[in-house]
């Protein structure tokens, strides 16, 4: 049944008759298994990769390190959810290394994203310390190429 999950991920366009060729199953198992997939919150939607860039919408994306206090007796888990509730915040991970939580955010402009950080975020109790990476160019998201190389297309060698 994981197999289902792996053919939605890389195309949550293509149809129940579709996924069930691709997984050697009948449609009405693919449509079941869908359901309950939906249902125990193992899918939690369905999105679209969309090259920002290619459209006249300004969007800033930033990556934030953020180093925090745990809460006693709920870990890391209040305090991701406070930050994770912000409407700017796109998304949000518990992290191993020297810092502990990362923190997705877009913005209009990096100053938008500046002043979330310094109004909002770096300003919660638990918040110890903040780092803001902004992203210059993407290369691949969610799996997803972004900027396709003609084959014709070489490499400079510096010898």
């Known amino acids: 049944m ?10 949550s366009k293509l149809t129940t008759a579709q996924v069930a ?11 079941a ?7 125990e919150g193992v899918i939690l939607g369905y999105n679209t990769t969309i090259n ?7 969007l800033v994306t930033a990556l934030i390190e953020v180093k925090v206090t745990p809460q006693r007796g709920e870990g890391f888990d209040k305090v991701a959810e406070r930050i994770y509730r912000f409407e700017e915040v796109r998304d949000c ?3 191993s290394g020297g810092f502990d ?3 997705v955010i877009e913005g209009k402009t990096m100053k938008e994203v500046a002043l979330f950080v310094a109004e ?4 919660l109790e638990s918040v110890l310390s903040t780092s803001t990476h902004f992203v210059l160019k993407k290369y691949k ?3 997803m190429v972004f900027e396709k190389r003609s084959p014709e297309a070489k490499e400079a060698i510096f010898l």
Not at 2 to 11: K, R, V
Not at 52 to 58: F, G
Request: proline share 4%; aromatic share 6%; charged share 30%.
């Open 101 to 103: 939580l990362t923190v």
């Open 33 to 39: 298994a869908i359901a309950k997939y939906e249902a």
């Open 120 to 123: 909002k975020l770096a300003p």
């Open 2 to 11: 994981n197999e289902i999950l792996e053919i939605l991920e890389t195309n």
């Open 52 to 58: 920002w860039e290619m459209t006249d919408k300004e």
């Open 93 to 95: 991970y518990l992290m």
């Open 141 to 143: 998201d969610k799996g």
């Open 21 to 31: 060729v691709m997984a050697a199953m009948p449609e009405e198992d693919v449509l």
